[in-house]
């Protein structure tokens, strides 16, 4: 089984900066992708950033060129470096890993992390 535990949300204010981090944990297989995703009240989950094991990268629209994804593989971790924040960005921000590296949907995701938040005032 695999865990995926984040951390690094918090309160920040407008145009301030974070660091999130994703450490996963257990049998996991070499090549796989992990990626962010985010959910703000009343809203649909929605991708921010993935990173495969071969370190290509994808951006949601909304984060482009405020948000950086990077990967340690020895460690099994992820990052977010998320800067500009605005209030919009404020969500559960979750890591997920999937094996397949293809277009797939939420529900196809192998494992999720239970979430950290991130608050932005203004």
């Known amino acids: 089984q695999v865990k995926l535990v984040e951390s690094g949300g918090g309160l920040v204010q407008t145009g301030g900066s974070l660091r999130l981090s994703c450490v996963a944990s257990?049998?996991?297989?070499?090549?796989?992708?992990m990626d962010w995703f985010r959910q703000a009240p009343g809203k649909q989950r929605e991708l921010v950033a993935g990173i495969t094991s071969g370190l290509q990268t994808t951006y949601g629209s909304s984060v482009k060129g405020r948000f950086t994804i990077s990967r340690d593989n020895a460690k099994n971790t992820v990052y977010l470096q998320m800067n500009n924040l605005k209030p919009e960005d404020t969500g559960v921000y979750y890591c997920?890993?999937?094996?397949?590296?293809?277009?797939?949907?939420?529900?196809?995701?192998?494992?999720w992390g239970q979430g950290t938040q991130v608050t932005v005032s203004s």
């Open positions: 997920a890993l999937r094996y397949d590296l293809g277009i797939v949907s939420l529900q196809e995701y192998d494992f």
């Open positions: 257990g049998s996991i297989a070499a090549i796989n992708s």
